[in-house]
């Protein structure tokens, strides 16, 4: 099946510091990107949708200064964690959706942010 | 606006028992419904979906969803459960799928294989 990679899977970064996570589409491409964030034992939790060549859709209380997305591609979407501090550290998990409207998860990126 | 309630948070069973992993829906217009699966530190991966036509969906690895409409209920099934089954599920909804829309998850049940 289709394959989407995230890239760190982990990263521990200093108080302060900026990180970026990368969500790609190996092998199909991605009019559209989601970026979910998931706490401990919780659900996941939609943070912005991202489109190809365009600004993203934040969801009602995320920052968007804080979450920076760029779907520059067709293939390849990012989040830049800004001036992130421990309360960011999270499991976040992008999903890239193919033309035919099918759906597929990337691994998730653990921030542990010290 | 849409949302879904999963009502058991976890579900411990014994191996080779049959498990039933419930969820409800709310919404006002027709709806796109799913199950996923979530191992450990790892992303998600589609058990099945009800988009249309037979209300009884079969997925992966044995399982099987019904969906009712009357109920608003999309409660997932399996006969005889693994020890590999142990994870976390996540039953979703999406009113707007066939249009590139999102999903919206309920809050997880984690299933507990026991030998």
Known sequence: ?114 | AQSVTQLDSQVPVFEEAPVELRCNYSSSVSVYLFWYVQYPNQGLQLLLKYLSGSTLVKGINGFEAEFNKSQTSFHLRKPSVHISDTAEYFCAVSVTYNQGGKLIFGQGTELSVKP
Request: hydrophobic share 35%; with cysteine.
């Open chain 1, 1 to 114: 099946g289709a394959v989407v990679s995230q890239h760190p899977s982990r990263v521990i970064c200093k108080s302060g510091t900026s990180v970026k996570i990368e969500c790609r589409s190996l092998d199909f491409q991605a009019t559209t990107m989601f970026w979910y964030r998931q706490f401990p034992k919780q659900s996941l939790m939609l943070m912005a949708t991202s489109n190809e060549g365009s600004k993203a859709t934040y969801e009602q209380g995320v920052e968007k200064d804080k979450f920076l997305i760029n779907h520059a591609s067709l293939t390849l979407s990012t989040l830049t964690v800004t001036s992130a501090h421990p309360e960011d550290s999270s499991f976040y998990i992008c999903s890239a959706r193919m033309d035919r409207g099918e759906l597929f998860f990337g691994e998730g990126s653990r921030l542990t942010v010290l």
